[in-house]
Nanobody, 124 residues
């Protein structure tokens, strides 16, 4: 009952920044938190970051903490992913997802609703 739409992807050069947005609609009050995942060609989908809805709390992939920042505006039902100092290895299709299984999670299996993704390509 939650619909998610990602936006903000594009083609950038290494070292540049990009901000992704995830707009939610529907019965968003039933979702505990939102996460970002990414999938590069030929690789499995991996966790990027997550943020809680009812409490202050965030999670990040160890390799991304410090460069990426997740935030949300509950009034707008929107979650953001600020990506700084982008590297070619960040190239992937980025998905946002929503869940009400636990307060916050990095586990893909906990997420119930998924967007269709937005492509981020970083050239060297």
């Amino acid at each position: 009952q939650v619909q998610l739409v990602e936006s903000g992807g594009g083609l950038v050069q290494a070292g540049e920044s990009l901000r992704l947005s995830c707009a939610a609609s529907g019965r968003t009050f039933r979702a505990y938190g939102t996460g970002w995942f990414r999938q590069a060609p030929g690789k499995d989908r991996e966790f990027v970051a997550a943020i809680a809805r009812s409490i202050t709390g965030t999670l990040y992939a160890d390799s991304l903490k410090g460069r990426f920042t997740i935030s949300r505006d509950n009034a707008k039902n929107t979650v953001y992913l600020q990506m700084n100092s982008l590297k070619p290895e960040d190239t992937a299709l980025y998905y946002c997802a929503s869940q009400n299984t636990v307060v916050i999670s990095r586990a893909e299996s906990d997420y119930e609703y998924w967007g269709q993704g937005t492509q981020v390509t970083v050239s060297s």
